[in-house]
């Protein structure tokens, strides 16, 4: 098979919730724990870092592998969704897997794959430990798919486990509370290990305690540590004012980036424990003297090759792509949005079908233009649909039948002086980043 017929087999011959949602979702880890058996447990010849959390996992992970990077690590990272291709999912150093090793590794354990039939997660995730293994990296960060405990990832046993925040999200499986969605979030907490909890509220918070307690895990609060001092946002990122590393300017520009890189430094001075980092304590007034820190956040996207994050893609007029897609991160996302100057916003904008769509379509601004769309995704809800839920909101659109459509309208309308947002959904970012740029 050529590396594009492999792909489709790995998109079509097996459950994928990105693409079917529940009918794509498999519960336990049976089938991980078989493929990792056939493989001679690759996942125990490297270090891991465990990250998970409703919003922010993806930068987090990113950014960690970027300051291992600048350490000189040879560091996997393995992270979902895909925006363009397949192999973004893992990547050594930022360099994605190959396509040769991508077609070796399914042309010679299909059959072992198809006698046990096991979901696209369960194939990708053995297939990124096995190649990180096969590769020889130092250190990996393991992003989690969905959840925590019965997340196919969770067979791991890391140095150190990072849970940025627990929302309302894929709430059919991991439960209708905070409580019970930060119990299987905190199921990626292993014994005598440390973890770092980004965000928590009362209810979490208490979650995160016992199960810490009872596994003897040193826990780090990091809302609590405010590594994070003061903040300047801007087009082109954001400069952090620090407790410990000095000042930072970090290229991701979402303000919903602040929470993370707090995040992010109490891991850091967890890794600085672990004996993988030089220790720092830089004035906070004092440009961050620990060059790895200093540039793994100044060039996390070039490191690790992230993308969609605040993405500005277009300087005229500014268009910014953000796969910003549930609830909580729209509750960033709509406060960005309102403090945007411009003569006109245009907003192409589409959603899955397992998402808070009222919720979320309360916080649109209603004096943008709106370009109701969806994406290639069957989980994708009707630009019709959305469509009326505007007109309820008072939002003012039309709709299209795909991305393509949708942003050409946009450049047929916008002026060099307007504003462009592009999101809603991972999946129409893919699209856009597929087709349109």
């Not at 969770?154 to 486990?161: G, K, Q, R």
Request: aromatic share 10%; proline share 3%; net charge negative.
């Amino acid at each position: 098979m050529s590396y594009q017929e492999t792909c489709e087999y790995l998109f079509n011959a097996m459950p994928m919730f990105e693409r079917q949602g529940a009918n794509g979702y498999k519960e336990g880890l049976g089938n991980s724990l078989a493929l990792d058996k056939h493989f001679g447990h690759p996942h125990k010849n490297f270090l891991t870092i465990h990250v998970a959390g409703t919003n922010g996992k993806g930068s987090c992970s990113h950014t960690l592998a970027a300051i291992l990077q600048m350490c000189g690590y040879k560091v996997g990272l393995y992270t979902s969704p895909h925006l363009v291709d397949f192999s973004e999912r893992i990547r050594i150093n930022g360099q994605p897997i190959s396509e040769e090793y991508v077609v070796n590794f399914v042309e010679q354990e299909k059959a072992f794959i198809e006698s046990i039939h096991p979901s696209f997660f369960e194939v990708t995730t053995a297939m990124a430990f096995k190649y990180f293994a096969d590769m020889k990296v130092d250190i990996s960060v393991i992003e989690v798919g969905l959840g925590g405990r019965l997340d196919c990832t969770n067979i791991i046993t890391p140095i150190l486990s990072v849970i940025t925040n627990i929302g309302m999200d894929h709430t059919q499986f991991l439960g209708s509370s905070l409580e019970q969605i930060a119990s299987e979030k905190a199921g990626i907490i292993k014994a005598d290990v440390p973890v770092v909890v980004g965000e928590t509220t009362p209810e979490t918070r208490a979650v995160f305690e016992a199960f810490a307690t009872e596994l003897h895990a040193p826990i780090t609060f990091a809302e609590s540590k405010s590594e994070v001092i003061g903040s300047t946002c801007s087009e082109k990122g954001i400069i952090y004012q620090t407790q410990h590393f000095g000042i930072l300017k970090g290229e991701l520009a979402g303000t919903y980036q602040v929470k993370n890189t707090n995040t992010v430094l109490c891991a850091v001075r967890q890794l600085e424990k672990l004996g993988f980092m030089h220790p720092v304590n830089c004035a906070p007034d004092k440009e961050c003297q620990n060059k790895e820190v200093r540039e793994g956040f100044k060039d996390v996207c070039m490191l690790t090759g992230l993308c969609g994050r605040w993405q500005t893609v277009c300087e005229k007029p500014r268009t910014v792509c953000d796969t910003g897609h549930n609830l909580p991160g729209w509750e960033y996302l709509s406060k960005q949005l309102a403090t945007i100057t411009c003569r006109k916003m245009h907003i192409l904008f589409g959603m899955v079908d397992d998402k808070d769509i009222e919720g979320v379509m309360a916080l649109l601004p209603k004096d943008a233009i709106y370009y109701f769309t969806k994406s290639s995704t069957k989980r994708a809800i009707s630009e019709n649909i959305l469509s009326l839920y505007g007109q309820q909101l008072g939002l003012q659109g039309k709709s299209f039948s795909n991305v393509v459509n949708a942003y050409n309208s946009i450049r047929d309308a916008a002026e060099d002086d307007d504003f462009v947002f592009i999101g809603g959904s991972s999946y129409v970012v893919a699209d856009f980043l597929k087709n349109c740029i």
